[in-house]
């Protein structure tokens, strides 16, 4: 299975810019999706194939990358953007996803 | 609007199943793939498998080959999905979301936390 890689955790200051990295142990092409996570909801999608933004979703967040090396960005950072990320793939059979990375607004 | 409408909380007996549903609203049932996904604090997030509505295909992660079995009935657009033989290791929740065209799950139901204990 395609492992993905994720920093488990992220601290950082309301204005700031965040970027969150994916690493995926074979190549997944653009076949990457971002999920915003916060507790006791479920995943919100956020970025499909690997650069697209969801409709709906703030133009702060964008996301880059393709082949095993993916980032979300979030610039600014605003305090309700406190939640895990988690990356997903589905270029490769069975779809995985990242272990979450945590983001904490200081 | 697109909704995924999913039962709250299953508490279950080790070695019985659970059959948990999915009701879907707001868009035609039979043109999207329905996924499943469990997620525990433990492993994170994992897919089980698919269903396509229309034709009642499905696609699973061998790790969940005989676990679980997912259905449809597609005149109440529900999506099914049975778990069988639980045990410990089951507790988890378990969610149904909408699958886009590259893979991508843009709408989530709002989970079942399944309890496996006696």
């Known amino acids: 299975d395609t492992v993905l890689t994720q920093s488990p955790a992220l601290a950082v200051s309301p204005g700031e810019r965040v970027t969150i990295s994916c690493r995926a142990s074979?190549?997944?092409?653009?076949?990457m999706h971002w999920y915003q996570q916060k507790p006791g909801q479920q995943p919100k999608l956020l970025i499909y194939?690997?650069?697209n933004l969801e409709s709906g979703v703030p133009a702060r967040f964008s996301g880059s990358g393709s082949g095993t090396d993916f980032t979300l960005t979030i610039d600014p950072v605003e305090a309700d953007d406190t939640a895990t990320y988690f990356c997903?793939?589905?270029?490769?059979?069975?779809?995985?996803f990242g272990s979450g990375t945590k983001l904490e607004i200081k | 609007q697109v909704q995924l409408q999913q039962c709250g909380a299953e508490l279950v007996k080790p070695g019985t199943p659970v059959k948990m549903s999915c009701k879907v609203s707001?868009?035609?049932?039979?043109?999207?793939?329905i996924s499943w996904i469990k997620q525990t604090t433990g492993q994170g997030l994992e897919w089980i498998g698919y269903?396509?509505?229309?034709?009642?295909?499905?696609g699973y992660n061998e790790k969940f080959k005989g676990k679980a079995t997912l259905t449809v009935d597609k005149s109440s657009n529900t999506a099914f999905m049975q778990l069988s033989s639980l045990a410990a290791g089951d507790s988890a929740v378990y969610y149904c979301a909408r699958e886009g065209a590259y893979g991508y799950l843009d709408y989530w139901g709002q989970g079942v936390m399944v309890t496996v204990s006696s």
């Open positions: 074979e190549s997944v092409s653009t076949g």
């Open positions: 997903q793939q589905s270029w490769n059979d069975p779809f995985t």
């Open positions: 194939g690997a650069s």
């Open positions: 269903i396509y509505p229309e034709s009642g295909s499905t």
């Open positions: 707001g868009y035609t049932f039979t043109s999207y793939v």
